[in-house]
C-alpha cells in the first residue's frame, strides 16, 4: 500500500504548525513587559525572610491562557489522530479485504496504557485484527516503557503519558488545563535597591557565618494569582527593609497545570514521539 501513512504525517505536520502558532503567540505575549505580573515585597519579621507576592495581574493574561488552551487542544487532537490512522492502517495491512470503513476498522485505536499488566487485553480489543508481531511493536512504545533519557526519575514522563493526560483534558475538561507558572522574578527601578540590600545581606551573612539559616527559592509549580507568594529569601536576623508595593514582576511562561512544565518543548518531545513511531512502520505497511 504505497505511502499509505501519508496521512499519518500530514496529522503531525498540521500539529507542528498550530505548535508553531501556538509559540508565536506565548513569544508575542510575554514580548511586552505590561503583559508581566508585578509582586511586592513584604519583609516577614517572624521568618526573618523577604516575601515577594503578586500584587497586580494584567488583564491580558486570562484571556491568553484561554486561548494557548485552545490552540493546544487543537494540537493534542492532531497528535493523537495521527496515532490513530497509524493504528488503522496496520489494521487494514493485517486484515486484507476490510474496508476503512468497515465496523472492524470504526473499533480500532492506537491504545495508550500506562500499566504493564493492562496490556494483555489491549490486542483482543482496541487492536483485534492487527498481526501479533505488529501489536509487539506497539506495545514497545508503551509509556510503561522507560525511555533511555537522561532525566530524573522524579521528574520523567513518557511522551505518550503526557499526550494521554492532555487529550483526556481537552476530551473531557476543554479547554486543557493550563497555567500562567514563574520562571524568575526581575525588579523594578523602584525595588533595585532593596533587592540590592537584600543580595548584600546574604552575601555577609554567608561570609560570617558560612550561611546557616540562608536560604532563597522560587515558588514555581501553581498559577498566578493576585496574593500568590513568587519567591522567599530567609536571612537569620536579616535588617528589615521597607515594603515596595512594585518590588518586581514575575518573569512568566504558559505551563501544564498537572506537570508544571513549559507547554512548547513538551509539545515538541510528544510529536517526535510520534513521529518516530510512524516512521518505524513505514518500512513495514
Not at 491562557?65 to 487542544?73: K, V
Not at 504493564?116 to 505488529?134: E, R
Not at 543580595?199 to 515558588?219: E, T
Request: charged share 20%.
Amino acid at each position: 500500500m504505497a505511502n499509505s501513512l501519508a496521512a499519518c504525517i500530514s496529522k503531525v505536520d498540521w500539529a507542528k504548525e498550530h505548535r508553531d502558532r501556538l509559540a508565536d503567540h506565548i513569544r508575542k505575549l510575554f514580548a511586552v513587559e505590561s503583559n508581566y505580573p508585578s509582586v511586592r515585597m513584604e519583609f516577614d519579621a517572624h521568618a526573618s525572610a523577604y516575601v515577594f507576592k503578586v500584587s497586580h495581574l494584567p488583564t491580558t493574561l486570562a484571556p491568553a491562557r484561554e486561548r494557548a488552551s485552545l490552540m493546544i487542544g487543537d494540537i493534542v487532537h492532531g497528535l493523537r489522530g495521527a496515532l490513530d490512522y497509524l493504528a488503522v492502517r496496520i489494521f487494514l495491512h493485517d486484515s486484507p479485504g476490510n474496508r476503512i470503513d468497515s465496523e472492524a476498522a470504526q473499533k480500532i485505536q492506537f491504545p495508550i496504557i500506562r500499566k504493564a499488566q493492562d496490556w494483555p487485553s489491549v490486542p483482543n480489543n482496541v487492536l483485534q485484527g492487527v498481526s501479533g508481531q505488529h501489536a509487539g511493536m506497539i506495545e514497545r512504545f508503551q509509556p510503561y516503557n522507560r525511555l533511555g533519557l537522561d532525566e530524573p526519575i522524579d521528574t520523567y514522563v513518557h511522551p505518550l503519558e503526557i499526550l494521554n493526560v492532555i487529550s483526556n483534558a481537552d476530551k473531557h475538561r476543554c479547554p486543557p488545563l493550563v497555567m500562567i507558572d514563574v520562571m524568575g522574578v526581575q525588579p523594578t527601578a523602584a525595588g533595585k535597591p532593596v533587592f540590592e540590600a537584600i543580595h548584600r545581606q546574604v552575601r555577609s551573612a554567608l561570609a560570617a557565618g558560612g550561611g546557616a539559616g540562608v536560604n532563597g527559592f522560587l515558588l514555581s509549580g501553581k498559577p498566578i494569582e493576585l496574593g500568590t507568594e513568587v519567591s522567599r529569601i530567609t536571612i537569620p536576623g536579616a535588617a528589615p527593609q521597607p515594603d515596595v508595593d512594585m518590588a518586581g514582576y514575575v518573569i512568566p511562561q504558559i505551563a501544564f497545570d498537572d506537570s508544571k512544565r513549559n507547554v512548547v518543548p513538551v509539545i515538541d518531545r510528544i510529536a517526535e514521539y510520534v513521529l518516530q513511531i510512524i516512521r518505524d512502520f513505514e518500512p513495514r505497511i
